[in-house]
């Protein structure tokens, strides 16, 4: 039984100090998000920012997970809702993900991360020389497809709109955990739009670099 214990125990420390890995290309089960505790929300918002010295240390993959569910994840799993309001429940928002192992699609209903490109884009996603070292640069991405029977302009002012709200999730679960983001707007939508292949029917919206704070 002392054995058992020890080697669990060690088993343990392990998993906790081994350094995060870099994310190999290809279909990526997150583990369930855990979504009980964490820093109050009034100090959350207390500590909300933006910061832009970013280490280049990986986030784990529960990181991850953790922070994809509370930017959009499915937290109503019977009528599939999701952790950020969209107008007339277009959920027409996709977060795409570049690290350094390539581009992903965060799959909201699966929880899992779709392999989209086999390159490292994050020099791409932004003008900011740390969108190239930050290990995560996520892509706040609209699909008019989903938005059917809207003008042009209500759809580029709601998919701004719902935009904003999964940004603020990301900063609400950054300042609770002690990871460092920006939002960011200073992007060549044409140049990103270009290296992730995107379909005509997707416009890019925002950027958000999420890493480890440098200091
Ligand atoms: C729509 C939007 C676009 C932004 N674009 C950038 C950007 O391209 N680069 C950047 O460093 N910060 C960007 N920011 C972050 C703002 O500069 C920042 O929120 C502002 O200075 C206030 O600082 P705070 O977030 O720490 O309160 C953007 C913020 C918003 C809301």
């Not at 669990?8 to 290309?25: H, I, K, T, V, W």
């Not at 993959?61 to 799993?77: K, T």
Request: hydrophobic fraction near 40%.
């Amino acid at each position: 039984m002392k054995v058992f214990t020890f080697v669990l125990s060690a088993m343990m420390l392990f998993f906790c100090l081994a350094p995060a890995q870099a994310l190999d290309y290809g279909k990526i089960e997150l583990p369930p998000p855990q979504t009980d505790g964490g820093m109050p929300l009034m100090r959350a918002l207390k500590q909300r920012q933006s910061r832009r010295e970013f280490s280049d240390k990986e986030l784990s993959l529960q990181d991850l997970s953790n922070l994809l569910w509370a930017a959009f994840g499915i937290n109503r799993a019977d009528s599939g809702g999701r952790t950020a309001p969209s107008a007339h429940n277009a959920q027409e928002i996709d977060i795409y993900v570049a690290v350094k192992g390539g581009l992903f699609l965060y799959d909201a209903r699966n929880h899992m991360l779709e392999p989209v490109l086999p390159e490292d884009i994050r020099p791409a996603t932004g003008q900011q020389p740390f969108v190239k070292n930050a290990p995560v640069n996520l892509i706040f991405v609209a699909d008019h497809l989903k938005m059917e029977g809207m003008t042009g302009e209500e759809k580029d002012f709601y998919a701004a709109t719902d935009t904003g709200y999964i940004s603020q999730n990301v900063y609400l679960y950054c300042a609770s955990v002690g990871l460092a983001t920006v939002v960011r707007g200073w992007v060549n939508k044409l140049t990103l739009t270009k290296a992730m292949k995107l379909r005509p029917s997707q416009t890019i919206i925002l950027t958000q670099t999420v890493g480890h704070p440098e200091y």
